[in-house]
């Protein structure tokens, strides 16, 4: 079944620490985005892809980066959690001309 | 730049009542507008969404949602609401082929019993 996966589902990590969080998508979709999430609050585009070897920084400025060699799969990383990035982090995807996303169930960080 | 505002942060409906929930939007031309559901701890799951064409659109679990041009507003509406009803709502838009969705701030929907 077409669908988009995120890993972990919950990770609580200590300051410092190096972190991926995973996303992969078998809906056969080129574009790819993360949003990231605080607690009652709206989603905001921290980074999105166009396809293999494509990546872009979204509205909200993050110290997160993200890497594309493969369609399928586009993991975010943090070289150096903080506090202050403990959030829920939300992948998606689309088809290249289609606006309509699809997401993935969603990573909570908790960075102490 | 696009934006979003739902003007209800919170919203308490009883069972079997009626929902309308707000979503105003501002972008200078007709974007394509969406409306998704979060349960807790849960992604986004999208409800409908408008492209073009007939205004009143149908989506799943008997939402409906009708975009207004002239009131630059896309509510989401539902004739008797369910206890399963209960979560997050948010309203988007896309300017189309583009980078990703702006969203709303979000509706938390409650229903009483």
């Known amino acids: 079944e077409a669908d988009i996966y995120q890993t972990p589902r919950y990770l609580v990590i200590g300051t410092g620490k190096k972190i991926t969080l995973e996303c992969s998508q078998t809906m056969g979709h080129d574009k790819m985005y993360w949003y990231q999430q605080d607690p009652g609050m709206e989603l905001h585009l921290i980074h999105y892809?166009?396809?293999?070897?494509?990546?872009e920084k979204g509205d909200l400025s993050s110290e997160s980066t993200v890497s594309r060699i493969r369609t399928e799969h586009f993991p975010l990383t943090l070289e150096s959690a903080r506090p202050s990035h403990t959030s829920q982090y939300l992948c998606?995807?689309?088809?290249?001309?289609?606006?309509?996303?699809?997401f993935g169930q969603g990573t909570r960080l908790t960075v102490v | 730049a696009q934006s979003v505002t739902q003007p209800d942060i919170h919203i308490t409906v009883s069972e079997g009542a009626s929902l309308e929930l707000r979503c105003n939007y501002s972008y200078g031309a007709t974007p394509y507008l969406f409306w998704y559901v979060q349960s807790p701890g849960q992604g986004l799951q999208l409800l409908l969404k408008?492209?073009?064409?007939?205004?009143l659109v149908q989506g799943i679990k008997g939402f409906e949602a009708e975009f207004k041009r002239s009131q630059s507003s896309f509510n989401l509406r539902k004739p008797s609401v369910h206890w399963s009803d209960a979560a997050e709502y948010f309203c988007?838009?896309?300017?189309?082929?583009?980078?990703?969705?702006?969203f709303g701030k979000g509706t938390h929907l409650i229903i009483q019993p």
């Open positions: 408008y492209f073009s064409g007939d205004t």
């Open positions: 988007a838009v896309s300017p189309g082929g583009a980078d990703g969705l702006t």
């Open positions: 892809s166009y396809g293999v070897n494509s990546t």
């Open positions: 998606a995807s689309s088809e290249y001309l289609g606006p309509e996303a699809f």
